[in-house]
């Protein structure tokens, strides 16, 4: 399976991260989420919201073979365990990307020989600024050499953080809520991936 990727500059060095979910929606999610415990139909609601986003994630980092079922899967799990969410505490949508990052784990190998893969085909470079060549499609008709190579390098931990930010389109924030780590470790691990895919970008040797 190859992901299909399209890594926006907005995760990037002078770039704000993933555009914020207004407040209003947050504090309804967390509400519609609530009341789904007594009224389950009322999770359609969340559902709808969020299914499309939840899957495009999944496809992009494993592929569209496999985001169907994930991205099912996702929202079986957040059905099931929608009582212990805590909306005083918790975003509804970090808390869906967080599952889904975990049933993403599972196929961390196939993610990495994926990138792998990719990085060896004798495709052509996308030029132009480092920003520029990221946001360049990563598939197998046209892909990054480069830029695959430098996402197999990174470390689970950090390739997690920077996904979630350039494809998941997650604030800071989000991504702390989603993986559970806190916001400084969030911007620690990002910035060494941002330090390792320029160093590869800029020099590729």
């Not at 990037?12 to 947050?26: E, I, S, Y």
């Not at 991205?71 to 969410?85: D, K, M, S, V």
């Not at 499609?137 to 920077?162: H, I, M, N, P, Y």
């Amino acid at each position: 399976m190859t992901p299909d990727v399209a890594l926006p500059a907005v995760a990037f060095p002078g770039r704000w991260p993933g555009a914020a979910v207004p407040d209003t929606a947050m504090d309804e999610d967390g509400r519609v989420l609530e009341a789904s415990v007594r009224e389950p139909d009322r999770f359609t609601v969340i559902f709808d919201r969020y299914f499309g986003q939840v899957h495009a994630y999944v496809a992009r980092r494993l592929g569209t073979d496999i985001a169907d079922d994930l991205a099912a899967e996702t929202f079986l799990i957040a059905f099931r365990q929608r009582e212990r969410f805590d909306r005083r505490n918790g975003v509804v949508r970090a808390w869906l990307y967080g599952i889904a990052t975990n049933l993403i784990r599972r196929h961390r190998r196939d993610e990495v020989r994926a990138w792998r893969a990719i990085a060896k085909l004798p495709l052509p470079v996308p030029v132009g600024a480092p920003e520029d060549r990221i946001a360049a499609q990563v598939t197998a008709q046209g892909a990054s050499r480069e830029l695959a190579a430098a996402l197999a390098k990174l470390s689970a931990k950090d390739r997690e953080v920077l996904l979630l930010v350039a494809l998941g389109d997650l604030t800071y924030d989000e991504v702390a809520a989603a993986l559970g780590i806190a916001y400084g470790t969030v911007c620690s691990r990002l910035s060494r991936a941002r330090r390792t895919l320029r160093a590869t970008l800029e020099d590729p040797s």
